[in-house]
C-alpha cells in the first residue's frame, strides 16, 4: 500500500484523464452536434437497460475462448451482439445469462429468451439441461454470474476503458457526493479546467458527463430512473457502451457492497476510488461489520481501482489506508494534520457550508457545500479531492462542487410559503438519522417536527436505535411507515417504539404513532409554528410506497407539500371566520 498526495504518476498515463495530453483514438459514433435537439432512439422503447445503436458482433467461439471452456454444439458459427441475464429484454443476437436464483433458476426463461431471437445461454451445470433444450449454444460454467461482467465488457468492446470511472463508496453519503463529483465533472468539461494549466499538466476534458446512482443514471442530460443503486453488470457494460457512443467521457457511479460481492462491477476497474464511511447497515445481507467491511474494501484492490480517496474521519477508513493495494489519497472534513486534504474554517449555514480546503504544498482554495450539515461538508470534500485526483485544477474543482444545485432527496426544502423550514431527506440509517437531526438543530430557533419509518424486509436491528434516535433528537417524533414491504407495518412500528421508549421521558420528545405515512406528514406539519423545522426522513427521492407486494404513488415531496398548502388554507378561513 502506498499513501501519498496526487501527482501524474499515480496513473498509467493510458487510462482516461482529464489531464492533458493525447489519448487513445476512440470510438464515439453518436455524438450530437449542438444545433441537434436530443432525440430517443427506438431502443429506448425495448425492454431492460439502454443499449448502444452500433456493436461489432462478437464470434461466439472468442467468448468460449475468454471462459476456457469446451467449444459447445453450434458455437462455430454464432456471433453475440449483445447480453442480457434478463430473459424479458433478450434481443437478436443476445447472450441470455441464465442464472440460478432465490425462487427459481434463469434456465427456466431459456424458451423465451430464444423465442426473442438469442444466439447462446450462459449457465451453470444446474441449468444446462433445460438450455439445451432451446436448440441454442450453451456455455457451461461453475459459476456464470462471476463470468458475466467480464463477458459484457467484451460484447461491448471494453467501453469502460473509453471513460474516466469514478466510483463512490460507503454507507452515507454514496448520492450526494456521485452527484457532487459529476457536477465538478460538467464544470471541469465546459471550462477548459477553470481557465488555466498547473504545474504537472492537469486541466479538464471535453466531452459529456455521466451519472450512475440510486435516484437515475444520467448520459449527458438525459435521464433514466435507477432500478437499483449499481446496475447488473451486463446492464453496467450496456449504459458505459451507450455513454461512449453519445460522446461522454468522464462518469461519477455509486458502488454498493452489493455490488461489489455479486459482481455487478466486474469488468470495471475504477480510475478513482472513494470510500466516505461505515456504519451498520443491510446486516439482512452481510453477516456482519467485517463481512460489509471486506466487501467495501474489494474496490481498493488492483483488480478493482488504480486510486483511492478516503475519508481518514472515519475509523473503518483509517484501517483502510493501510488495507488498500492501490496508492491513497486521504482527507479529513475535521481537520486532522496527517490527512492530505482537509477542510478548515469551517463555517455551517441553514442551508450550505463554506471552508478552505488545504492540501499538499501549501495548497489552499475557498470552497462551499451546497448542501446543509457537517456530514455534508466531508461528501464535498471527497468530491473535490476526487475530481483533482482525477486531474482537475483544486479551484475549478471546488467551483464545481460548489455550483451543484442541489441533490434530489438529499436535504431537499420544500417551500410553499411557509413560515417554517420543511425538509425532506433519504436518512434511513441510525448514524444518517442523528446527523440530520444535529444539523438541523443548529439552525432551528423553533422546534423539530420529524416523520420516520423503517423499511420491511430489511435489517431489523436498527430499528429500534432509530427510533430511540428520533425521540432523543426531535421535540415531535412521528414513527410511521416507511416501504412495510411483506411485514406489518405496526410490527415494524413496535419495534421503533421499543427504541424510543428506551429513552429516558425527561429526554425524549413528543413521541406519536400513525400507519398511514400521508397522516404522520400531515401531524407534523399540524404542529409547526414559525421558526420551526419540518423534517421527513427516509425515502427522500422515491416516488412509491410498497405495501404488502403493491407499490402505490407516493412522494414525500409532493406529500408534504399538499399538506402545508391545506393547513395554511385552513388557517387562512379560519382567520376570515
Known sequence: MTHGTVHPGNRAPACPSLRDGPGAPG?????????????????????????????????????????????????????????????????????????????????????????????AVLTDPAGAERAAATGLPVLVVDDPRARMGALAATVYGEPGRELLQIGITGTSGKTTTAYLIEGGLRAAQSTKGGGGRREGGLRAAGGLTGLIGTVESRIGDERIKSERTTPEATDLQALFAVMRERGVRSVAMEVSSHALVLGRVDGCVFDVAVFNNLSPEHMEFHSGMEDYYR?????????????????????????????????????????????????????????????????????????????????????????????????????????????????PGRLERVDAGQPYLAVVDYAHKTDAVESVLRALRKV?????????????????????????????????????????????????????????????????????LMEDRAQAIAAAVVRAEPGDTVLVLGKGHEQGQDIAGVVRPFDDRLVLREAIERTQAATHRNDQG
Open 27 to 119: 470510438t464515439l459514433t453518436a455524438v450530437p452536434h449542438a444545433d441537434q435537439s436530443p432525440a430517443t432512439p427506438p431502443e429506448a422503447t425495448a425492454p431492460g437497460a439502454p443499449r448502444p445503436t452500433r456493436v461489432r458482433p462478437v464470434p461466439l467461439a472468442d467468448l468460449v475462448g475468454q471462459l476456457g471452456i469446451r467449444v459447445p454444439e453450434g458455437a462455430s458459427d454464432a456471433a453475440v451482439s449483445g447480453i442480457t441475464h434478463d430473459s424479458r429484454a433478450v434481443r437478436p443476437g443476445d447472450l441470455y445469462a441464465a442464472l440460478p436464483g432465490a425462487r427459481f433458476h434463469g434456465a427456466d426463461f431459456a424458451a423465451q429468451a430464444a423465442g426473442l431471437g438469442a444466439a
Open 444 to 512: 432551528t430557533p423553533g422546534r423539530i417536527h420529524a416523520v420516520l419509518g423503517c423499511g420491511g424486509d430489511r435489517d431489523t436491528t436498527k430499528r429500534a436505535p432509530m427510533g430511540a434516535a428520533l425521540a432523543r433528537l426531535a421535540d415531535t417524533a412521528v414513527l410511521t411507515s416507511d416501504n412495510p414491504r411483506s411485514e406489518d407495518p405496526l410490527a415494524i412500528l413496535a419495534s421503533m417504539l421499543t427504541g424510543a421508549a428506551e429513552v429516558p421521558a425527561g429526554e425524549r420528545g413528543a413521541v406519536l
Open 295 to 407: 466487501a467495501k474494501a474489494e474496490l481498493f484492490t488492483k483488480e478493482r481501482s488504480r486510486l483511492g480517496v478516503v475519508n481518514l474521519d472515519d475509523a473503518y477508513g483509517r484501517r483502510l489506508v493501510g488495507d488498500s493495494e492501490v496508492p491513497v489519497v486521504t482527507f479529513s472534513a475535521e481537520g486532522r494534520p496527517e490527512a492530505d486534504w482537509r477542510a478548515v474554517d469551517v463555517v455551517t449555514g441553514p442551508f450550505d457550508s463554506s471552508f478552505t480546503v488545504e492540501g499538499p504544498d501549501g495548497v489552499r482554495v475557498s470552497a462551499r457545500s451546497p448542501l446543509a450539515g457537517p456530514f455534508n461538508v466531508a461528501n464535498a470534500l471527497a468530491a473535490v479531492v476526487a475530481l483533482v485526483a482525477a486531474g482537475t485544477e483544486p479551484q475549478a474543482a471546488a467551483d464545481g462542487v460548489a455550483a451543484v444545485a442541489g441533490v
